[in-house]
């Protein structure tokens, strides 16, 4: 994957480049090798494979609102199959 990174030298000096490696916590640790600082990263969101490059679907993070209305929804579902007080009672 490739990452585009803001790191900075020991002497101060910052830098923007594109790095790449097999992940995140990888460049991290080869950049603190050639004693850079990762000042930021952006990327790790496509793969280039000879020279075709595929971009990876991003996650979406879920909002506090929709993760309580799914787990309310999620609770009522359980219910209503598994024939909480209505008496039905349903076999696998």
Known sequence: MEFRCRVATATGQVMEATYAAE????LRHELE??????LSVQGGHSVKIGQVRLRLPRRRKVSNDEFLIFNQLSGWLQLLFNGAGMGVHLSP
């Open 33 to 38: 090798e050639k004693g850079l600082f990762l």
């Open 23 to 26: 992940s995140e916590a990888r």
